[in-house]
């Protein structure tokens, strides 16, 4: 596994207790934490797992981090359409599908609070949250 780059010792604690596969990247000027097994939950097409990546931004962890790339990509069994989740992005010698979700003012990035775990529980908030729109 590359470690381009060093996470927090907290981010490290909680990948690793969580058994993922991970690595640090550095690719095009940015900071990629890719990891390879990320669970998806049932009602989605592929694998029971598929990869993750999410950009670490300058300035992390005071910087907030945002959205999460996948591949391969990920569609729902039912058909239903994905919002947000058309642009492609081109890392690692993968094409990977982006999911545009972002923090809010209602929902800010809690500087001190928030690392690399509160963003994948969000990011698993967002697959299971495609399920519960009305």
């Known amino acids: 596994m590359r470690r381009q780059f060093e996470l927090p010792a907290a981010d490290v604690g909680y990948l690793d ?3 993922f596969q991970w690595e640090t990247v550095v690719e095009g000027g940015g900071r990629w934490l890719i990891i390879g097994n990320f669970p998806v939950p049932s009602g989605y097409h592929q694998h029971p797992t598929v990869a993750a990546a999410i950009q670490i931004t300058n300035g992390y962890p005071d ?7 996948f591949a391969p990509f990920i569609t729902r069994v039912d058909g239903g359409a994905i919002g947000a989740t058309d642009s492609r992005l081109t890392l690692d ?18 500087v001190g ?22």
């Open 113 to 134: 609070d928030d690392d690399v775990s509160v963003h994948i529980q969000l990011i698993e908030d967002w697959l299971a949250r495609e399920f519960r729109k009305a």
């Open 63 to 69: 910087a907030a981090l945002d959205m999460v790339y």
């Open 93 to 110: 010698g993968r094409e990977w599908q982006r999911w545009s979700r972002h923090y809010t003012a209602e929902n800010p990035w809690r």
């Open 17 to 19: 207790a969580r058994g």
